[in-house]
């Protein structure tokens, strides 16, 4: 599950779930995906929402856990096999990355596992790349890896136009050329990750694009751009619960911490 914020062929259903995930209802739209849990693409799609869930508000572990093994279980090839692969190590990923609790190196053997399920066409690498790129920056400290797995997974969403997916890794690009000091670069990310999340009306990931923004700018845009984000920051209720440091004050922007939607938190 990517999450292009397309809906093909206007399915109601779709059209109903990116909907509610893209305003952080999560548990309400994996509730529509319930009826057809038998059916494998629903059940890995509901999995999905759920482990995005626990990105954004480090809360739901049990209930993605039991999504996920019901993916598992109903996986008919390699293909979904891979898929749930992908989705157990971005769970694993997030609970270490938040402080959960450390499984990195479940995180690694889910996604390596991933890699050797999906065939080098299938649609789910472009996502798979980009999750093994967080894994590599944020828990291996391997910058260069990371922005390598990026770029593969820039190219492939930018080939399968998945604009979602793009913001995602225009949004972590950034992120490196900012700790790099290469601010017009990292300005450069953001400002694409913002235009393609209001493109999309993916309300959740806004607040992390304007702050990223924000570190990339002199004053006063700064502030307003931070300020802007703390608006729609507690109009959704404090998510993503991550932001909440980079928006103080107290804590210079430049040393705060910036795990995102696929870090997500996303994709």
């Known amino acids: 599950m990517s999450g292009s914020g397309t809906t093909a062929g206007d399915d109601p259903l779709q059209t109903a779930v990116w909907r509610l995930r893209s305003r952080g209802c999560w548990t309400d739209a994996a509730a529509l995906l319930v009826p057809h849990a038998a059916d494998p693409a629903a059940a ?5 929402l759920l482990v995005e869930r626990c990105l954004f508000t480090g809360e739901g572990w049990a209930d993605a856990e039991d999504a996920l093994r019901t993916a598992e279980a109903v996986a008919r090839d390699d ?4 898929g749930a692969a992908s989705e157990r190590g971005r769970l694993a990923y997030a ?5 959960v609790r450390d499984r990195a190196d ?18 789910r690498r472009p996502l798979l790349d ?18 390598a797995a990026y770029q593969r997974a820039h190219a492939g969403a930018t080939a399968q136009d998945d604009p979602l997916l793009l913001s995602f890794t225009w949004q972590h690009q950034a992120h490196l050329a900012l700790s790099e000091g290469e601010l017009a670069e990292a300005r450069h990310g953001f400002e694409e990750c913002l235009r393609l999340r ?12 304007l702050a990223g923004l924000a570190d990339c700018e002199p ?8 300020t802007e984000a703390g608006r729609l920051y507690r109009l959704l209720g404090g998510v993503p619960v991550w932001l909440a440091a ?22």
Request: charged residues 25%; glycine residues 10%.
């Open 130 to 147: 980009f999750r093994r790129g967080l894994v590599a920056e944020h828990i291996g400290d391997a910058p260069q890896a990371a922005r």
């Open 79 to 82: 293909e979904e096999r891979g």
């Open 95 to 99: 609970a270490t990355r938040l402080g």
């Open 44 to 48: 890995l799609e509901r999995a999905g």
């Open 198 to 209: 209001e493109e999309l009306g993916y309300l959740i990931g806004t607040a992390p694009a």
């Open 106 to 123: 479940e995180a690694r053997s889910a996604l390596g596992r991933a890699a050797a399920l999906l065939s080098p066409t299938s649609s």
């Open 219 to 226: 004053e006063p845009g700064a502030t307003r751009l931070r």
């Open 246 to 267: 980079q928006l103080s004050p107290a804590v210079p922007a430049q040393h705060s911490v910036h795990p995102t939607a696929e870090s997500e938190p996303a994709a």
